[in-house]
C-alpha cells in the first residue's frame, strides 16, 4: 500500500513538472511575448526578485482571507445547523441564502465600500459572503440525512434532541464539514482577491491589478503563482486534519492495487 501511495504522488508530482515544462517550452518555441503569456522561469525570477515587496501584500491577503473564512465557517456552521434540524427554517431561510448567493459578489463589493470605505472590511466581508454558503449546505445535509431510525432508538432511550444533535448529528456532518471547508477556503480567496482588486490599496488583488496597468504580465502571473500556493497549502492543512478528525469516514484505497 505504501508503494502504491507512493506511486502515487510520484506521478502527480511528474505531472506537474510536465506541465511546467511543456508550458516554457512552448514559450521558448513558439517565441510568445511576454506581454501575452510569459515562462514560469520568468514568473519564478520575478517572485523571487519581488519577494521583499510582495511579502506585506500576502500577508494582508493572507490576514484578510482567513478573517472572512474563519467568519463565513462560523456563520455556515450556525445556519447549517438550524436549516438541518428545522424544516420551518429550511423553507423560510434556504431560499434567501440560494437568492443571495445567486448574486455576483463583484456587485456587492461597491455596497460594501458604500458602508464601510475601501479597505480591509470590505474584502473580509466579501471574503465571508462567497465562502460561507457551501458550509451551510453541507452542514445541513449531513444533519438532515440522519436516520431517522437512529433518532427513534435515541429518544426512546431518553436522549433530548441536542443530545442527538451533539452526539450523533454534529460528528455524523464532520465528512460534510470538511469537504465543505476546502471548497469554502478556495471561495474565500476569491472573495478577497476581488475586493483588493476594487477597493483596497494593499493585498495581491491590488498588486495584480497595478502590475496588469503597467503591462507587468510577468508579475500579474507571479501574483497568480502565490494565490495558487495559498490555496494549495491551506487545502493541504485541511485535508490532514480531516485524515485526523474523519480517518473513520474515509474510503479504503484496496481497490487501488486492481
Given at each position: 500500500m505504501a508503494d502504491i501511495r507512493l506511486r502515487q504522488r510520484l506521478g502527480s508530482a511528474g505531472l506537474i513538472v510536465l506541465f511546467f515544462v511543456g508550458w516554457e517550452l512552448f514559450c521558448v518555441i513558439s517565441g510568445m511575448s511576454d506581454l501575452v503569456l510569459p515562462r514560469p522561469s520568468q514568473v519564478v525570477a520575478t517572485l523571487v526578485q519581488r519577494f521583499p515587496i510582495l511579502r506585506p501584500h500576502i500577508l494582508q491577503t493572507l490576514a484578510t482571507t482567513m478573517a472572512g473564512f474563519v467568519l463565513g465557517v462560523a456563520l455556515g456552521v450556525v445556519l447549517g445547523a438550524?436549516?438541518?434540524?428545522?424544516?420551518?427554517?429550511?423553507?423560510?431561510?434556504?431560499?434567501?441564502?440560494?437568492?443571495?448567493?445567486?448574486?455576483?459578489?463583484?456587485?456587492?463589493?461597491?455596497?460594501?465600500?458604500?458602508?464601510?470605505?475601501?479597505g480591509t472590511v470590505p474584502a473580509v466581508l466579501t471574503s465571508l459572503s462567497i465562502c460561507f454558503f457551501p458550509i451551510v449546505v453541507n452542514i445541513a445535509t449531513g444533519l438532515a440525512t440522519t436516520e431517522p431510525e437512529m433518532e427513534d432508538v435515541l429518544k426512546?432511550?431518553?436522549?433530548?434532541?441536542?443530545?442527538?444533535?451533539?452526539n450523533v448529528?454534529?460528528?455524523r456532518t464532520m465528512p460534510f464539514f470538511f469537504a465543505s471547508l476546502k471548497v469554502a477556503i478556495t471561495y474565500a480567496f476569491v472573495g478577497t482577491v476581488l475586493a483588493e482588486t476594487v477597493a483596497s490599496n494593499r493585498g495581491i488583488g491590488n498588486v495584480m491589478m497595478t502590475a496588469s496597468s503597467n503591462f507587468n504580465v510577468p508579475l500579474v502571473f507571479a501574483g497568480l503563482f502565490i494565490l495558487a500556493g495559498l490555496g494549495v497549502a491551506l487545502y493541504v492543512a485541511f485535508s490532514l486534519i480531516e485524515m485526523r478528525v474523519t480517518g473513520w469516514a474515509t474510503r479504503k484505497t484496496?481497490?487501488?492495487?486492481?
Open positions: 438550524v436549516i438541518g434540524v428545522s424544516r420551518t427554517a429550511y423553507d423560510t431561510v434556504y431560499p434567501l441564502l440560494i437568492g443571495f448567493s445567486s448574486i455576483p459578489k463583484v456587485a456587492v463589493v461597491p455596497i460594501f465600500v458604500l458602508w464601510f470605505g475601501s426512546a432511550l431518553g436522549a433530548s434532541k441536542f443530545d442527538i444533535l451533539w448529528g454534529l460528528p484496496d481497490l487501488a492495487t486492481a
